[in-house]
T-cell receptor, first 110, second 113 residues
Framework: GEDVEQSLFLSVREGDSSVINCTYT??????LYWYKQEPGAGLQLLTY?????DMKQDQRLTVLLNKKDKHLSLRIADTQTGDSAIYFC??????????FGPGTRLSVLP | DAGITQSPRHKVTETGTPVTLRCHQT?????MYWYRQDPGHGLRLIHY???????DKGEVSDGYSVSRSKTEDFLLTLESATSSQTSVYFC????????????FGPGTRLTVT
């Protein structure tokens, strides 16, 4: 079946760049997503990328997609303490259900 | 804001009791989902709905049932709660137009003692 994997923890210093990685198995998904979850809250859609794109940039966020290796990454530039959260990678398509990774807990150290 | 509310937000119940969680949306979206979130597992799909009275099972549906008698409400019922169902439950919707993305409610923290 479909599977999405992520490392569970990442720590960075404030002001550095964070890179959160994800691997997935279903190469047919049209969309790949990054969600952010802050403590006590639901998941918030951060950004998404179409499967026919290699890169998408949105302010401090850069998403890279390597379809050959089924690898997705999220880079957060100039990481701030407010970026501390759990980040989920997910894949989905019309007619299919979403599959989420286990989430990466990002800790930003002062 | 996708106009999704969940009730209750917190509940403590005893093993063997029935529990119903409610998800309410204000945007008349067709697709609604129930997930549970547990440490190390991310989000796992319990049940989903394509419309009124149209529901199907997800990955972890055992011990759960759902009902959708109105577009705006999607109910999740634990017929006889067990300690393994202690979790945070999230409702989500998909607008079904444009980009295929999901929007989530604030969650319900359920503790079964």
């Amino acid at each position: 079946g479909e599977d999405v994997e992520q490392s569970l923890f990442l720590s960075v210093r404030e002001g550095d760049s964070s890179v959160i990685n994800c691997t997935y198995t279903d190469s047919s998904s049209t969309y790949l997503y990054w969600y952010k979850q802050e403590p006590g809250a639901g998941l918030q859609l951060l950004t998404y990328i179409f499967s026919n794109m290699d890169m998408k940039q949105d302010q401090r966020l850069t998403v890279l997609l390597n379809k050959k290796d089924k690898h997705l990454s999220l880079r957060i530039a100039d990481t701030q303490t407010g970026d501390s959260a759990i980040y989920f990678c997910a894949e989905g398509d019309y007619g299919q259900n979403f599959v989420f990774g286990p989430g990466t807990r990002l800790s930003v150290l002062p | 804001d996708a106009g999704i509310t969940q009730s209750p937000r917190h509940k403590v119940t005893e093993t063997g009791t029935p529990v119903t969680l409610r998800c309410h949306q204000t945007e008349n979206h067709r697709y609604m989902y129930w997930y549970r979130q547990d440490p190390g597992h991310g989000l796992r799909l319990i049940h989903y709905s394509y419309g009124v009275k149209d529901t199907d099972k997800g990955e972890v549906s055992d011990g759960y049932s759902v009902s959708r008698s109105k577009t705006e409400d999607f109910l999740l019922t634990l017929e006889s709660a067990t300690s393994s169902q202690t979790s945070v439950y999230f409702c989500a919707i998909t607008p079904g137009t444009g980009v295929y993305e999901q929007y989530f409610g604030p969650g319900t923290r359920l503790t079964v003692t």
